[in-house]
Nanobody
Framework: QEELVESGGGLVQPGGSLRLSCVAS????????MAWYRQAPGKQREFAAA???????VYADSVKDRFTISRDNAKNMVYLQMNSLKPEDTAVYYC?????????WGQGTQVTVSS
């Protein structure tokens, strides 16, 4: 099981950037598929981006070309670089780890995009 802790959220103006970080405490991080999900007020949690252990990435259409997911296996870290932020990106962002049948979630970090 991976314990996941997110950080880096905050308030940013439209067009701005933020970098979210997620640290995993388990020993199997290197093998896990890591992802970021987000949940806006009154909406269901939705997929944003994912990265495999080998570095392959996939993005939701809504964030493609603006967000970049990356990982540092030596540090057990996964990142989400968010550029050109829009008000509709406002949400709680959750780090997610999937390895075989084990799915783990972080507690979330709030991102608010507003002028």
């Amino acid at each position: 099981q991976e314990e996941l802790v997110e950080s880096g959220g905050g308030l940013v103006q439209p067009g701005g950037s933020l970098r979210l970080s997620c640290v995993a405490s388990g020993s199997r991080f290197t093998y896990a598929v890591m992802a970021w999900y987000r949940q806006a007020p009154g909406k269901q949690r939705e997929f944003a981006a994912a990265i495999t252990s080998g570095g392959r990435t996939v993005y939701a259409d809504s964030v493609k070309d603006r967000f970049t997911i990356s990982r540092d296996n030596a540090k057990n870290m996964v990142y989400l670089q968010m550029n050109s932020l829009k008000p509709e990106d406002t949400a709680v962002y959750y780090c997610n780890a999937v390895l075989n049948s084990q799915v783990d979630w972080g507690q979330g970090t709030q991102v608010t995009v507003s002028s």
